[in-house]
């Protein structure tokens, strides 16, 4: 079956513009996160969404930084008025029911430059 | 607050050495999960470990958690130029369903 998708794969901006993000999860994944990867950098965690419970916001680095899941499937990472530190890989990544012991599924990543 | 470290951060072997990556972290964690990602790539799963001292083998690759379940690592034996990649670790605090991944290893293998 179809993974996780993201979208668009690369995204080029100017300082101070706004830029969304797309992550399709794999269909049936209750669990959705967001992390972000610098360059030859680990993965850094940004947000996680279960269900329908309150998501756990507790790595967004910055009040710029925001995200959404519609229906318990699709989510969109907002970055709003960007800087040049927020280039990086974003990377999303689902599990069945973000249990403890559940295997993380990864998307491709958008790649996001700043200038 | 929660840290994961990973070393080395780069390895260069030559084939068919072996190459080893140690995940240490500042807590102690439920269960940690070992990913690979190849250059270009995105992260893909490779194994979790759940109980202390567990070991694991998939092929050339052993993986150990410690008995404190504080640290772990993976050793590759034999390498070939297919396990060039970077390994992360992931480690699950008891509280919390947030992973918190190391560092990373990036390893090149030098046919």
């Known amino acids: 079956g179809a993974g996780v998708s993201q979208s668009p794969s690369n995204k080029v901006t100017e300082k101070g513009k706004d830029v969304e993000l797309r992550c399709d999860p794999i269909?049936?994944?209750?669990?959705l996160y967001w992390y972000r990867q610098s360059l030859g950098q680990g993965l850094e965690f940004l947000i996680y969404?279960?269900?329908?419970?309150?998501?756990?916001k507790s790595g967004l680095p910055s009040d710029r930084f925001s995200a959404e899941r519609t229906g318990g499937s699709v989510s969109t990472l907002t970055i709003q008025r960007t800087q040049q530190e927020d280039s990086a890989v974003y990377l999303c990544a689902s599990s069945w029911a973000g249990g403890r012991t559940d295997t993380q599924y990864f998307g491709p990543g958008t790649r996001l430059t700043v200038l | 607050g929660q840290q994961v470290m990973q070393i080395p951060q780069y390895q260069h072997v030559q084939e068919g050495e072996d190459f080893t990556t140690y995940c240490n972290s500042s807590t102690t964690l439920s269960n940690i999960q070992w990913y690979k990602q190849r250059p270009g790539g995105h992260p893909v799963f490779l194994i979790q470990l759940v109980k202390s001292g567990e070991v694991k083998k998939q092929k050339r690759l052993t993986f150990q958690f410690g008995e404190a379940k504080k640290n772990s690592s993976l050793h590759i034996t034999a390498t070939q130029t297919t396990d060039v990649g970077t390994y992360f670790c992931?480690?699950?605090?008891?509280?919390?369903?947030?992973?918190?991944f190391g560092t990373g290893t990036s390893l090149t293998v030098i046919p």
């Open positions: 969404f279960q269900g329908n419970s309150a998501p756990d």
């Open positions: 269909s049936g994944h209750t669990a």
């Open positions: 992931a480690g699950l605090p008891n509280t919390g369903n947030q992973f918190y």
